[in-house]
T-cell receptor
Framework: AQKITQTQPGMFVQEKEAVTLDCTYDTSDPSYGLFWYKQPSSGEMIFLIYQGSYDQQNATEGRYSLNFQKARKSANLVISASQLGDSAMYFCAMWRSGNMLTFGGGTRLMVKP | EADIYQTPRYLVIGTGKKITLECSQTMGHDKMYWYQQDPGMELHLIHYSYGVNSTEKGDLSSESTVSRIRTEHFPLTLESARPSHTSQYLC???????????FGPGTRLTVT
């Protein structure tokens, strides 16, 4: 069975600084994919970044990058130059067979001015 | 930008009422999903569909039911609402190619 663990329930970061949100996963499937979603207080889920298990390079999307360490089964999200609008819940998720997602418990990020 | 819609956005209703949460998408996606999320908690899959006339239960047991008569619509129904059904319900869809799921804005349901 797949499992996603996010060990940081809440984090603070100073505006303009970088922050790393941790995500570890457990799966026996050789093929899988990892996602990060942002959920502001309004409730919608916003896709940020995706990493496939066979991708050779770490994914990047603007200020977001995914630090993928396959041997350690970790897929940490790095946000560079934090902005006040980055304050939100962040969820790590894993694609599994059957085209479904398993979500972690989330990390609440708070950006301080 | 994803074209997936949910109505209503907010619903407060009394115990015992029948409710239907609407979800529609204009992207022609075959695969659609319903998630339940308590405040500040993770999302749990409660229903999914691979296309018209296909519905399956997800990981979390739910008293709700779904139907998929048309590709673009995937409504969720609670025959008799209870306070334990108070939660946020998120609908999502994804294309056949690619893995990203596109989410609707969610419905926040409160049963009094």
């Amino acid at each position: 069975a797949q499992k996603i663990t996010q060990t940081q329930p809440g984090m603070f970061v100073q505006e303009k600084e970088a922050v790393t949100l941790d995500c570890t996963y457990d799966t026996s499937d050789p093929s899988y994919g990892l996602f990060w979603y942002k959920q502001p207080s309004s409730g919608e889920m916003i896709f940020l970044i995706y990493q496939g298990s066979y991708d050779q390079q770490n994914a990047t999307e603007g200020r977001y990058s995914l630090n993928f360490q396959k041997a350690r089964k970790s897929a940490n999200l790095v946000i560079s130059a934090s902005q006040l609008g980055d304050s939100a819940m962040y969820f790590c998720a894993m694609w599994r067979s059957g085209n479904m997602l398993t979500f972690g418990g989330g990390t609440r990020l708070m950006v301080k001015p | 930008e994803a074209d997936i819609y949910q109505t209503p956005r907010y619903l407060v209703i009394g115990t015992g009422k029948k409710i239907t949460l609407e979800c529609s998408q204009t992207m022609g996606h075959d695969k659609m999903y319903w998630y339940q999320q308590d405040p500040g908690m993770e999302l749990h899959l409660i229903h999914y569909s691979y296309g018209v006339n296909s519905t399956e239960k997800g990981d979390l047991s739910s008293e709700s039911t779904v139907s998929r008569i048309r590709t673009e619509h995937f409504p969720l129904t609670l025959e008799s609402a209870r306070p334990s059904h108070t939660s946020q319900y998120l609908c999502a869809s994804r294309p056949d190619r690619g893995y990203e799921q596109y989410f609707g804005p969610g419905t926040r349901l409160t049963v009094t």
